[in-house]
């Protein structure tokens, strides 16, 4: 079945430095592939999302770019933020009818001042 | 303000005491879905609701009930609750089914402990 796999957890990083989160799938078909940020104590926020092959997503400095040849979206941002501190969820919508999304087991990043 | 309200944010219960936690959501959406997220498993699907009357199974639906009487709520019932289902749970809703189209807006979260 479709599946999402990103990298371990948790990310530590100074301020401004270059963040790369990957995520990498298994789906038939064409899925739609999507970001979700959870900051603490609130719920999943959509970040960006990419619908075909090559799409990229963006939003907020963040980018993701949809690679069906390496079955890859790896999240990307070229100068994190305190504030960018949360839990960040890779996530699959596939074949299936029923609008359900294939999570990533999440990735925490932490970002030190 | 668009919003999905999901209540209590914190419940800590007893196995095999009933509860209910409720979903509303205030953008006249016609899906809506809950999920459990526990460590190293990511976010998973209980339940789902197409529309009014219209539920089915998700991935996890076992020790679970809702039901969808009215458009913008969607109760999770737990009829026995067990400590295996001490979990963070999160209510969903998009305008229809389809992900591509229409990402999830998810409530706030409930978290749940039962001793």
């Known amino acids: 079945g479709d599946s999402v796999t990103q990298m371990e957890g948790p990310v530590t990083l100074s301020e401004e430095a270059f963040l790369t989160i990957n995520c990498t799938y298994t789906?038939?078909?064409?899925?739609?592939l999507f970001w979700y940020v959870q900051y603490p104590g609130e719920g999943l926020q959509l970040l960006l999302k990419?619908?075909?092959?090559?799409d990229k997503g963006s939003n907020k400095g963040f980018e993701a770019t949809y690679r069906k040849e390496t079955t890859s979206f790896h999240l990307e941002k070229g100068s994190v933020q305190v504030s960018d501190s949360a839990v960040y969820f890779c996530?699959?919508?596939?074949?299936?009818?029923?609008?359900?999304?294939?999570f990533g087991q999440g990735t925490t990043l932490q970002v030190k001042p | 303000e668009a919003q999905v309200t999901q209540n209590p944010r914190y419940l800590i219960t007893v196995t095999g005491k009933k509860l209910t936690v409720t979903c509303s959501q205030n953008?006249?959406?016609?899906?809506m879905s809950w999920y459990r997220q526990d460590p190293g498993l990511g976010l998973r699907q209980i339940y789902y609701?197409?529309?009014?009357?219209?539920?089915d199974k998700g991935d996890v639906p076992e020790g679970y009930k809702v039901s969808r009487k009215e458009k913008r709520n969607f109760p999770l019932i737990l009829e026995s609750p067990s400590p295996n289902q001490t979990s963070l749970y999160f209510c969903?809703?998009?305008?229809?089914?389809?992900?591509?189209?229409?990402?999830?807006?998810f409530g706030n979260g409930t978290r749940l402990t039962v001793t």
């Open positions: 969903a809703s998009s305008p229809t089914p389809t992900g591509r189209r229409s990402p999830l807006h």
């Open positions: 789906a038939t078909g064409y899925p739609s």
């Open positions: 990419a619908t075909k092959a090559d």
């Open positions: 996530a699959l919508h596939g074949s299936s009818n029923t609008g359900k999304l294939i």
């Open positions: 953008m006249n959406h016609e899906y």
């Open positions: 609701s197409m529309n009014v009357e219209v539920t």
